[in-house]
Nanobody, 120 residues
Framework: QAQLVESGGGLVQPGGSLRLSCAAS????????MNWYRQAPGKERELVAY????????NYADSVQGRFTISRDNAKNTVYLQMNSLKPDDTAVYYC?????????????WGQGTQVTVSS
């Protein structure tokens, strides 16, 4: 059974840093592109960062470009999100997502989310 488990969230002051981790199991991790999404209260879920299967391609939302870095370790079946210079607007539940194109459509898995709160 496919599973994604996020960790590393918490309360941090503005300007601080956090590193989120997402551990995958139950599927061939290296075959899946990985994404980090976030959802703030009252807002839609938004894509924060993307990384390709082998890590050679990444992409970021404009709001986090230059502050967040996505990376992956296929040997450990884990994807990371390094978040620096955090702002109150970064407060949200952060979700890990795995996806690939299958024979009949997209195959997607989601984690349960981890809360990030940026506040003084």
């Amino acid at each position: 059974q496919a599973q994604l488990v996020e960790s590393g969230g918490g309360l941090v002051q503005p300007g601080g840093s956090l590193r989120l981790s997402c551990a995958a199991s139950g599927f061939t991790f290296s075959n899946y592109a990985m994404n980090w999404y976030r959802q703030a209260p009252g807002k839609e879920r938004e894509l924060v960062a993307y990384i390709s299967t082998l890590g050679g391609s990444t992409n970021y939302a404009d709001s986090v470009q230059g502050r967040f870095t996505i990376s992956r370790d296929n040997a450990k079946n884990t994807v990371y999100l390094q978040m620096n210079s955090l702002k109150p607007d970064d407060t949200a539940v952060y979700y890990c997502n795995a996806q690939r194109w299958g024979t009949t459509g997209w195959i997607k898995y989601w984690g349960q989310g981890t809360q990030v709160t940026v506040s003084s």
